[in-house]
Every structure is written in C-alpha cells, then in structure tokens.
C-alpha cells in the first residue's frame, strides 16, 4: 500500500502546485486531467500487487487484459470529458498526459521493484 500512498500524495501535491498558479476554469481541467489516470494507476496497481501475491504466473495474463480495458476506458474518459463537459483541451490534456506518463513510469518502477523482491 505504500505504492498508493505514494502516488496519491504526489499527484495531490502536484496538482496543488498546479492550482495555485493558475485560473479557476484551467484548475478544474488539470484535476480531471489528473483523476483518470490515477484512479486507472491505483486500481491497477491493487490488482497487480494482490495478482503477484496470490500467484505470481498469472500477472501477465492479468496485465494485456488490463491493457484492453485501459484501452477503452481512457477513450471513453478523454470523449466525456472534452466533449461532455467542454473543459479547456489544452490544460486537460496536457494535466492528462502528464498524470498519465508519470504514474505509468512509477507503476512500471514499482513493478519493478515487486519483480526484484524489494518489498512493495
């Protein structure tokens, strides 16, 4: 649970750093800009973490078929959210695709580190 931790207060200092600086409109775009990506990030990250512990062969598996879901899901949120919503697109894809390469990169790290046995 430390992985959650860690990428849950990360993105919520960020995103706070963020908010301080700019415009009530851009802020609201940034923070869902950031939501889906963590929220995606954090699920996936239990699942993967309890899958390693139950048995570790069927990560994998486990994995492409989360690549899928990934797949839709992020399609359907970035749909609602820029045409749904109608947020700035600059600040929300540029928050989204940043939250996104960010935690993905933290995910692949610990991932990592759980493959290396260093207690995650």
């Known amino acids: 649970m430390k992985v959650v931790a860690w990428m849950v207060a990360a993105s919520l200092l960020s995103w706070t750093a963020i908010a301080a600086a700019v415009d009530a409109r851009t802020r609201g775009a940034a923070l869902l800009g950031m939501l889906g990506p963590l929220v995606v990030a954090l699920a996936s ?11 570790p062969a069927s ?23 820029l045409k749904a919503l109608s947020l700035a697109p600059a600040p929300f894809a540029a928050s989204f695709a940043g939250y996104f390469i960010a935690l993905h990169l933290f995910e692949a790290l610990s991932l990592r580190a759980m493959f290396a046995g260093d207690g995650l």
Do not use: N, P
């Open 45 to 55: 990250w239990m699942i993967a973490e309890r899958a390693w512990r139950r048995d």
């Open 59 to 81: 990560l994998t598996s486990w994995m492409i078929a989360a690549f899928a879901g990934k797949m839709v899901f992020f399609a359907a949120y970035v749909a609602v959210m």
